[in-house]
């Protein structure tokens, strides 16, 4: 089926340098997402993006937190300062309209220390 | 309060057993996946299922969407079926996002 792929795998970086995280949606899709879960905890949205815009963000959703899609490019997800609390695997997910089945990515691991 | 609720919480099964995870959902919703998150953390969409009954392969996914639930039937299962099932709903009011339960934790015992 259709496949969404996120680079890097896992990503290690002090707090307070910059991070970006890579997500390859599936080439059709209009829709993207990035969504956060902490070891052990539930899942949690972060931002849609649709058409070069966010759309909407959830209060996890921090200030030092940037999406952008330069160019039909990826769709990444940058923070900048990271902070500790930032450690987590943030999840890509695409879908082809609003409403439509997501298909998500494996994941990247992201451990600030 | 939590707009999706899974139960049981967690499950232990003797392999070739059948179960079944429940859904329930406090809002309407215009979508609804079932996933798999495997012990070390990957995640599989098994089913999109907003509405009425869907299979894949061992499983089968029945959604009453008037009565805000859905349920995921595992048949005969297996070791390898170990893990995490969360349910996700996108609901009707609150735009292009999908909402978790916490997931219902399975393991298959050989």
């Known amino acids: 089926g259709p496949k969404v792929l996120q680079i890097p795998s896992h990503q290690i970086i002090d707090m307070g340098q910059m991070v970006t995280l890579n997500c390859d949606p599936v080439?059709?899709?209009?829709?993207f997402y990035w969504y956060k879960q902490i070891l052990g905890q539930q899942m949690e949205f972060l931002v849609n993006?649709?058409?070069?815009?966010?759309?909407?963000k959830s209060k996890l959703f921090k200030d030092q937190f940037s999406v952008e899609r330069p160019d039909g490019s990826y769709f990444t997800l940058k923070i900048q300062p990271t902070a500790l609390e930032d450690s987590a695997v943030y999840f890509c997910a695409s879908s082809l309209l609003g409403a439509h089945e997501q298909y998500f990515g494996p994941g990247t691991r992201l451990t600030v220390l | 309060g939590q707009q999706v609720q899974q139960s049981p919480a967690s499950l232990v099964l003797q392999e070739g057993e059948n179960a079944e995870l429940q859904c329930n959902f406090s809002s309407t919703a215009t979508q609804l996946q079932w996933f798999y998150q495997s012990p070390g953390g990957s995640l599989v969409s098994l089913l999109s299922?907003?509405?009425g009954t869907k299979h894949t392969g061992r499983l089968t996914s029945t959604t009453v969407t008037k009565e805000r639930r859905s349920s995921l039937h595992i048949s005969s299962s297996q070791t390898t079926d170990s893990g995490t099932y969360l349910c996700a709903i996108e609901p009707n009011s609150a735009g292009n996002k999908l909402t978790f339960g916490i997931g219902t934790r399975v393991l298959v015992r050989p």
């Open positions: 080439s059709n899709h209009l829709y």
């Open positions: 993006f649709y058409n070069g815009k966010v759309m909407e």
């Open positions: 299922n907003p509405s």
